[in-house]
């Protein structure tokens, strides 16, 4: 019996790959507009190894771009950079489509919901504030502040204790195959794959550890509905 759902949050919940993409254009052209002396599509290129390199969650991506480009440190520019990025987070974070109806139809028929995401807690939880999505849930285990990422067993297993349920009584939903789907079958949860973002069509060696694919998070639902009346089905035999 299903009775606690966890959701991964980046391109799950929240529609973040389309949001970073534009932050950092915006930022890129804003520097660019306030006097840095490099044109747009080498400073863009820069700026997307530089992030390749040291990860989305660094937290210098500005000083060191100008570093990349023998430039000088010059605070404008950065602060430029900042100010684009920033306000473009800000103006254009959206949920995925009909996460709060599902979230709510949830919570209505009386499931518990979790959110296990990698990333920075400030950031994530940023994010789930600034969304107001926190009434939603009754945990969020982020992998910066539990030392350890997904897919490590560590993470899922720390949120099972939490949660006080076992791993075949929860269902795991995430947009990617390796750190959600493995991560969570590796310890015994039930998966769904979420085929959305710019994983959709990546980590396909995975694939064998999704026990569902859905287009759309309406899906999730009915998934538990089905699962949970089989095993009613199975305990009356």
């Known amino acids: ?24 254009r915006n930022a890129i052209e804003n520097m ?3 006097g840095l002396p490099v044109d747009f599509d080498a400073a863009y290129h820069e700026l997307m190894e530089l ?13 060191y771009l100008l570093r990349r480009l023998d430039l000088p440190g010059n605070p404008k520019w950065i602060a430029a950079g900042v100010i684009a ?9 959206r949920t995925v489509r ?11 028929r009386g499931y518990r919901l979790g ?31 539990m030392g350890v990422k997904k897919p490590h067993p560590k993470i899922f297993k720390k949120a099972l204790r939490k949660m006080g349920v076992e791993a075949d009584e929860t269902l795991m939903v995430g ?35 999704a026990d569902f694919t859905v287009r759309s998070l309406e899906e999730v639902v009915e998934i538990v509905r089905g699962l949970n009346s089989e095993e009613r089905e199975e305990g009356s035999d």
């Open 85 to 93: 990025y920033h306000n473009t987070k800000f103006a254009y974070l």
């Open 98 to 108: 009909g996460v709060r109806r599902v979230l709510l139809d949830l919570q209505r």
């Open 32 to 34: 660019v507009r306030h």
């Open 115 to 145: 959110i296990i995401t990698d990333g920075d807690p400030i950031k994530q939880w940023e994010k789930i504030l600034r969304l107001e999505l926190d009434a939603y849930f009754d945990e969020v285990f982020i992998s910066d502040y």
């Open 175 to 209: 947009d990617r195959l390796y750190s959600d789907i493995y991560g969570a079958k590796q310890v015994g949860m039930q998966t769904v794959w979420f085929k959305y973002g710019k994983y959709a069509n990546r980590e396909l060696e995975y694939l064998d550890y």
């Open 51 to 63: 992030i390749s390199e040291y990860g989305s969650n660094f937290n210098r991506h500005f000083d």
């Open 1 to 24: 019996m299903i009775k606690v759902i966890f959701f991964d949050l980046d391109d799950t919940v929240v529609d973040t790959t389309k949001l970073a993409e534009m932050a950092r």
